[in-house]
């Protein structure tokens, strides 16, 4: 891999504290596609790409995540994932590749960094770096949206939304051994309603949103014509689906 390095121009203080920032896709931008992008994902519509995807393009540090002894951040920039040292001033470029990289999510045991490959508006897919030999593995393949890696408290597990099978987000779990993704199962199902909630607008249809994991692995979704927490629980008690 060709090493490559930035002088950070922010601190890590602010490095520390930013948050996804929105993907900004225009009106003017979408109309310039022949096709609406991503056309797996059935639900959102513009404010699914403004506000929740992964940002495309280049651009700046975001979506930091600090490793477990707390010594380092991982972050997407540029399109790739880089990782930067408490105290330095040096980013150094962890991985790069075709598609636009985000989402790092540092694994508990610190071997693994999860993240997001998007592909030109096609799909999001999930991969896996495993730092020490700097190979990356596929966690999901296709052309349905993979977001929000979450890892279980023992870096066995990990959680991530999808559109997949129908095009509408549920959360899946992913079992992952010697770095490979095994046993998978779909926690949460589509839900469909005889009208679109109007409270959001049209745009985000029929069909339940589950489209949030959190640490520790809690499950939050959206359910009833209303926000709400549809199944609060830890991942590792594999709880029945509600």
Known sequence: MTDRRITSTLGLLALAV????GSGLS?????????????????GGNYMHSYYLPPPGGGGPSWPSWSPDGQSLAFAMQGSIWRMRLGESVAHELV???EYLSSPEWSPDGRYVAFTAE???TSINLRLLDLRSGGVTNITEGD????DPAWSRDASRLAYVSTSPNGYFN???VTIADGKPTARIQLSRDRHHSRARSYLGANFGTADLHIQTTR???IIGVTGGKFAAVGRYTVESFPPLQ
Do not use: K, W
């Open 144 to 147: 349905d949206l993979n977001l």
């Open 119 to 121: 592909d030109d508006g």
């Open 27 to 43: 009106e003017a931008h979408l109309t310039q596609r022949s096709i609406l992008p991503y056309p797996r994902g059935l639900t």
């Open 216 to 218: 520790p692995m809690s």
């Open 171 to 173: 959360i899946f779990v």
């Open 18 to 21: 930013c948050f996804r920032s």
């Open 96 to 98: 790069h590749a075709r």
